[in-house]
């Protein structure tokens, strides 16, 4: 008898979630129904760790917020509104075609019970993360619909598509965004992007896990994912308060790769800030200085996060006529150029290493594998080209300045381009 009442309880599970499911409750009428049926607390989160419901045999709770899951063996739930904790087993939920839906985390005192049916168990686990799944994609077709619209705005304000201020804020206010606080660009890019070994859904559940991040720090998310880039338009309060900006923000980009560690594993990304702008008009001019002070804190600094305010000349280069920079380039570097194009004696290449080793003969020789005699004879023999004195600083300047327009000019075909 006892055997037929579980096999008969087991059979009405499933039937009982396809009802809380066409009666529109959701996370929490099925997980309500597994707890019920199992007398046994629980919790079920999404696929990056964040809470979906919390139920007991008697009910299931709102204040999602408050219900803090510590992954572990056994895992350890948090229930700050209650003051309660408890052990927890996990399990993750795998639909049919092999997609993760997600974790249940399931009071672990279930399992001690001589009346509990391991397999029983696991053929509703099937059923409840095939539902669990179905759930998700309905929920992500809806939130696809909006999301158009709202890409589409981002899109524009980072391409400087928008110039009318007041169409501006109010297009913004559809998704409470206010835009009274002066705003920068953090540009996050994902190193080693492949389309083809799940990057892009790596992404995305970072700025799901991101935007859940921020809604904690009282931050309504402006976020957009783009191809291997995910921006973020920031709020600040003050256009002038540089340093305490920069903390605030160096603070929430640590807080929210820390939030992604579980998701992202040893993956980096490289981080750019642009400079904050009164106006959305100008948005996209913090979204390119975003870009240019990442690919310039890696190449030339070393550094994976850094501001555009921090590139030094490089940030005046970049802010010059282009024209003028180019007749510079070319009136300092024309005439070694067509030299190493005749000879190929590598002057241009003797050179950029000299000065980038501080002008230190023995580093210079050893950066290019080449004997220090042989480097001297390439210095010796610019000097009388172009009829100048390397011990002289303004010459070096002078130098240094066209090499800088040439490592922007480089950067800014690959930002163009895309390419790396």
């Given at each position: 008898m006892d055997r037929n009442q579980k096999l008969d309880l087991h059979s009405t599970i499933p039937v009982k979630m396809m009802n809380d499911l066409a009666a529109g409750k959701s996370y929490s009428g099925m997980l309500q129904t597994i707890c019920t049926s199992y007398k046994?607390?629980?919790?079920?989160?999404?696929?990056?760790?964040?809470?979906?419901?919390?139920?007991?045999?008697?009910?299931?709770?709102k204040g999602l917020e408050y219900i803090d899951v510590l992954d572990g063996n056994p895992s350890i739930v948090f229930d700050r509104?209650?003051?309660?904790?408890?052990?927890?087993?996990?399990?993750?939920?795998?639909?049919?075609?092999?997609?993760?839906?997600?974790f249940l985390?399931?009071?672990?005192?279930?399992?001690?019970?001589?009346?509990?049916?391991?397999?029983?168990?696991?053929?509703?686990?099937?059923f409840f993360s095939t539902a669990i799944q179905a759930e998700n994609r309905k929920r992500k077709e809806v939130l696809q619909q909006g999301l158009r619209f709202k890409e589409a705005f981002l899109y524009d304000l980072l391409y400087g598509n928008l110039k009318e201020e007041g169409n501006i804020r109010a297009q913004a206010e559809t998704w409470n965004w206010g835009l009274n606080a002066p705003h920068t660009v953090i540009a996050f890019e994902l190193q080693k992007f492949d389309t083809l070994t799940g990057d892009e859904v790596l992404l995305e559940r970072c700025m799901?896990?991101?935007?859940?991040?921020?809604?904690?720090?009282?931050?309504?998310?402006?976020m957009l994912k783009k191809r291997n880039e995910i921006i973020l338009f920031y709020p600040v309060k003050h256009i002038s308060k540089i340093k305490e900006n920069e903390?605030?923000?160096?603070?929430?980009?640590?807080?929210?790769?820390?939030?992604?560690?579980?998701?992202?594993?040893?993956?980096?990304?490289?981080?750019?800030?642009?400079?904050?702008?009164?106006?959305?008009?100008?948005?996209?001019?913090?979204?390119?200085?975003?870009?240019?002070?990442?690919?310039?804190?890696?190449?030339?600094?070393?550094?994976?996060?850094?501001?555009?305010?921090?590139?030094?000349?490089?940030?005046?280069?970049?802010?010059?006529?282009p024209?003028?920079?180019?007749?510079?380039?070319?009136?300092t570097l024309?005439?070694?150029?067509?030299?190493?194009?005749?000879?190929?004696?590598?002057?241009?290449?003797?050179?950029?290493?000299?000065?980038?080793?501080?002008?230190?003969?023995?580093?210079t020789s050893e950066a290019m594998h080449m004997h220090r005699n042989s480097v001297r004879y390439r210095l010796t023999k610019i000097e009388e080209l172009l009829d100048i004195d390397l011990n002289d600083l303004s010459v070096i300047i002078k130098?240094?300045?066209?090499?800088?327009?040439?490592?922007?000019?480089?950067?800014?075909?690959r930002l163009r381009t895309g390419r790396r």
């Open positions: 046994v607390q629980a919790v079920l989160t999404d696929d990056i760790f964040q809470t979906l419901a919390f139920a007991d045999e008697n009910k299931s709770y509104l209650r003051n309660e904790e408890w052990t927890a087993r996990r399990f993750e939920l795998v639909s049919d075609n092999l997609e993760r839906a997600g985390y399931v009071n672990d005192e279930i399992f001690e019970r001589p009346s509990f049916n391991r397999d029983d168990f696991q053929k509703m686990l099937v799901r896990k991101w935007e859940t991040t921020l809604i904690k720090q009282l931050i309504n998310p402006m903390k605030k923000i160096r603070d929430s980009i640590s807080l929210l790769i820390k939030s992604i560690e579980k998701i992202s594993g040893d993956r980096e990304f490289h981080v750019g800030i642009g400079r904050p702008y009164a106006y959305g008009k100008d948005y996209f001019r913090s979204y390119q200085e975003a870009r240019v002070a990442r690919e310039i804190g890696i190449s030339k600094i070393g550094e994976t996060v850094i501001f555009f305010q921090d590139i030094g000349l490089l940030k005046l280069l970049y802010s010059h006529d024209q003028e920079l180019y007749e510079y380039y070319h009136d024309d005439e070694l150029i067509m030299h190493d194009e005749k000879t190929e004696a590598d002057l241009i290449e003797a050179l950029r290493a000299y000065i980038k080793n501080d002008l230190d003969l023995k580093k130098f240094s300045m066209a090499f800088q327009i040439e490592s922007l000019a480089k950067m800014r075909d």
